[in-house]
């Protein structure tokens, strides 16, 4: 009898030593007794654009860019250097030709090239460059010896800055042309003149 009454003595204290422990759910897992949400990380993805020192990255960040020269018409008569970064491109002289054509940006020198003429085309081989422009270049051209011969020579000394061109070859529609306004023959490959470029360099703009 004794026995029996020790008996569910202790099987009493277990079920209330294990009911108000807390240590089991209805699931028989561990509780969390802390009464703290577990934290949780998230990641976002920013909305902002990647910045480098404040500022964003252009396309200028990723051209190779080069030095040429441009020569243009001084009120002397005289072809004046003037020096222009352009993109560093494979055909960097067809470029520079189009460069040429845009005109100075010194106001105190002339276009050397007429208004509305276009490079056609250009070719580099063995030292010759064969350069074609359009028919712009004979009908839109002002006239006049001296000024015949700053053309000319202003499309000449230009290209013949670059080492693999010796001698340049004027064509017109795709055509050579004994003149382009009467007075300088530019029917055979011609090559560069130093001495019409002026030695006092380029002018202070007014």
């Not at 008996?7 to 209330?16: K, N, V």
């Not at 490959?189 to 001495?195: A, K």
Request: charged share 20%; proline share 4%.
């Amino acid at each position: 009898m004794k026995s029996m009454v020790k008996f569910f003595l202790y099987m009493g204290l277990i079920s209330l030593i294990i009911y108000t422990s807390g240590c089991l759910n209805k699931s028989g897992k561990s509780e969390n007794t802390s009464n703290v949400a577990p934290e949780t990380i998230t990641l976002e993805r920013s909305a902002e654009p990647l910045v480098v020192g404040n500022t964003l990255p252009t396309v200028g960040d990723f051209v190779d860019w080069a030095t040429v020269v441009l020569y243009f018409a001084n009120e002397d008569g005289q072809l004046v250097a003037e020096q222009r970064e352009i993109p560093n491109v494979v055909g960097i002289a067809r470029e520079t030709i189009r460069e040429l054509i845009l005109g100075p940006e010194n106001s105190m020198l002339d276009p050397t090239i007429p208004a509305g003429t276009t490079l056609l085309d250009i070719d580099v081989n063995e030292g010759l460059c064969t350069v074609d422009f359009s028919k712009e270049l004979i009908i839109g051209h002002s006239g006049g010896s001296g000024t015949e011969y700053l053309t000319v020579y202003s499309i000449v000394n230009t290209l013949t800055q670059f080492g693999t061109i010796q001698e340049v070859q004027l064509r017109v529609d795709g055509k050579i042309v004994e003149t382009i306004a009467g007075h300088v023959s530019v029917d055979a490959p011609l090559v560069r003149d130093d001495e019409i470029i002026s030695a006092m360099g380029l002018p202070e703009e007014k």
